[in-house]
C-alpha cells in the first residue's frame, strides 16, 4: 500500500473506530497498537504520525464514548436538565462498557468544568441557593458515575463469564442461600435494567436536598432558624 493510499484509509477517526471496536471485543488489555495497526492493515510506526501516543489514543477514545453531552444546551427546568444530562452519560457509556474504566484516567477534565459551569448558572438563574449548587452538582455526578461505572463493570463481567468456562466459583446455589434477600430484592426491581433506576436515584437525591434545606430552614421553637 502506497503512502498516499495509506493516508486516504487510515486517519484519526478511523484509528480511534479500530481502538473502540477492540476494546469492545476484548477490553483493554487486549488493546495495543500492534493490534489497531493489524486492524487497520498497517505497520505500527505509521499510527504516530496522527497520534503521539497509546495515551493518546485512549484520551480520544473517551472522548468519542462520551462525545458531545449538550451541557451549553438552554434549559428552563435546571432538575430534567441534570436527570437528562446523568441519564445520557450512563447509556452513551454503557454501549462501550469496557472501555467505561478510561473515564477516571482519559476523560478531559474540561468536561466536568464546563458541565458544572453551565449547571451552576442554571442553578443560580432559578435561585437555588449558592451554598446547595456544588452540592447539588458534585452529588448528582457522584450518583452518575457510580452508577454508570458498576453497571458497566458487571456487563464486562458477564461478557467475560459468557466467553470463558466457570472455574473455581462457589456454588450458585450457596451464594444464592447466603444472599437471597439480596436476590429477592433484585428479582423485585423494576428498574434493574435500562436507566431507570439512575432517573430515579438522581429526582431522589435532589429532593432530598432541598428537603432537608427547607427543613434547616424552619424557625426553632425559641425563634432562631435550625442550620
Not at 32 to 47: H, K, M, Q
Not at 92 to 99: G, K, S
Not at 166 to 178: K, M, N, S, V
Amino acid at each position: 500500500m502506497s503512502g498516499e493510499a495509506r493516508r486516504r484509509t487510515v486517519n484519526r477517526e478511523s484509528i480511534v473506530d479500530a481502538a473502540l471496536t477492540i476494546i469492545d471485543a476484548d477490553g483493554i488489555a487486549g488493546l495495543s497498537l500492534e493490534a489497531i495497526a493489524t486492524r487497520l492493515g498497517v505497520r505500527g510506526p505509521s499510527l504516530y504520525y496522527y497520534f503521539v501516543d497509546k495515551s493518546e489514543i485512549l484520551d480520544a477514545v473517551t472522548a468519542r464514548v462520551i462525545g458531545d453531552l449538550g451541557v451549553r444546551r438552554p434549559a428552563d427546568d435546571w432538575v430534567e436538565w441534570l436527570v437528562d444530562n446523568g441519564v445520557e452519560f450512563q447509556r452513551r457509556v454503557m454501549e462501550h462498557p469496557r472501555a467505561a474504566s478510561l473515564l477516571m484516567e482519559h476523560l478531559n477534565p474540561r468536561a466536568s468544568e464546563v458541565g458544572f459551569g453551565h449547571g451552576a448558572k442554571l442553578l443560580a438563574a432559578a435561585g437555588v441557593a449558592p451554598e446547595l449548587q456544588l452540592l447539588l452538582l458534585e452529588g448528582v455526578q457522584h450518583l452518575v458515575w457510580g452508577s454508570t461505572l458498576r453497571r458497566a463493570l458487571d456487563a464486562s463481567r458477564s461478557a467475560e463469564r459468557e466467553s470463558e468456562p466457570a472455574a473455581g466459583h462457589e456454588p450458585l446455589t450457596r451464594q444464592h442461600d447466603e444472599w437471597r434477600e439480596l436476590r429477592a430484592a433484585r428479582a423485585a426491581d423494576p428498574w434493574s435494567t435500562g436507566t431507570g433506576s439512575l432517573e430515579r436515584a438522581v429526582r431522589a437525591f435532589i429532593a432530598g436536598v432541598l428537603a432537608t434545606s427547607a427543613a434547616d430552614s424552619l424557625p426553632t421553637k425559641e425563634g432562631s432558624t435550625k442550620r
